[in-house]
């Protein structure tokens, strides 16, 4: 196994020979929430496992037991986010990039895959949903959107309806849900989650892999357009980021207390 490479802090990445690539987020005590520097490094990952030959299939996971990922850290923003891109994240580069590698890619839901995170696992060719997983969107009710893939993509996964539900709704869904609506492939005991993904990662390590990279270019194609919806929304987003509506959605996030997202000047 080739382990990750020093200057990694956020992320953890590993090559196993059989030739599946992990990528977990290790930020357990944030929920694996993402920063600027978080979506840099899974940036560098999936650019190191997507183009390296060897590697057939890419996983990616959150550390520890509670979550997958949720989405934007709610410390690292009041505005924009911390780092470079539009809103302060490279979030379209890496959204953009989990579909570009020519190579499924698995996401390995253990628990919370919210807001942002339930973006990732949507976004990802395959997830594989533990009992104990969760999924759901919270933007509108912290002052946020994603205004390309997470939501219309999100539509094609799982139906007009139901992507509107999640959105405006903002409800929490367990896995069971989760797999009947489209947006995970199977549900499976906490404990038999890694052998699972295991036994997928085995069958597709067994097929073609440039016909299985002509195929999701191919799913790619027909959704292409959303690439450009999302970069027009983030421009919008970017200054929604900075209005008090937005940010009231973080403060009371933060104060752990209700949003007053209805309240004027
Ligand atoms: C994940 C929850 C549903 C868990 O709820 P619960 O079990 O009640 O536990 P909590 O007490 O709420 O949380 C436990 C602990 O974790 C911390 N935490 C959880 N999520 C985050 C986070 N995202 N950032 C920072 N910290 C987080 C929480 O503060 C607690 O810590 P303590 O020290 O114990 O107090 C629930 O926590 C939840 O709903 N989290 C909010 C998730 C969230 O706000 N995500 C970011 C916004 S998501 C979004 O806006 C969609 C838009 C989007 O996808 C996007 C698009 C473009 C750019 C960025 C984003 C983006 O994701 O922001």
């Known amino acids: 196994m080739s382990a990750e490479p020093a200057a990694y802090t956020d992320i953890l990445y590993t090559e196993r020979p059989d030739g599946v690539a992990f990528i977990t987020i290790n930020r357990p005590d944030r929920y694996n929430a993402f920063r600027g520097r978080t979506v840099e490094e899974l940036i560098d990952a999936f650019q190191r496992a997507g183009w390296n030959r060897d590697v057939g299939v890419i996983v990616l996971s959150g550390a520890g037991d ?14 924009q986010y911390d780092g470079r891109g539009t809103i302060g994240l490279p979030i379209e580069e890496l959204q953009a990039l989990i579909r570009d590698v020519p190579k499924p890619v698995i996401a390995r839901v253990q628990g919370f895959a919210i807001g942002g995170g339930n973006v990732l696992a949507t976004l990802c060719d395959l997830t594989i949903a533990s009992e104990r ?3 759901g969107q919270v933007g509108p009710k912290v002052g946020s959107v994603d205004p390309g893939f997470g939501t219309a993509y999100l539509a094609r996964v799982v139906g007009e309806k139901k992507a509107r539900e999640i959105w405006y709704l903002c409800r929490r869904y367990t896995a069971d849900e989760a797999e009947r609506m489209g947006l995970a492939n199977c549900v499976v005991p906490h404990d038999e ?18 016909a299985l990279s002509i195929a999701k270019r191919s799913f790619n194609a027909d ?5 450009g919806i999302g970069s027009l929304g983030m421009q919008a987003l970017s200054l929604y980021y900075d209005t008090d509506e937005s940010k009231e959605g973080g403060k009371a996030f933060r104060e752990k207390r209700k949003p007053d997202f209805r309240r004027r000047g």
């Open 66 to 79: 509670k979550a997958f990922c949720t989405g934007g850290d709610q410390g690292a923003h009041d505005g």
């Open 133 to 135: 997983a969760q999924f």
């Open 193 to 210: 989650l890694d052998a699972e993904v295991d036994r997928w990662c085995a069958e597709i390590m067994e097929k073609s892999p440039t």
């Open 223 to 227: 959704s292409e357009n959303i690439r």
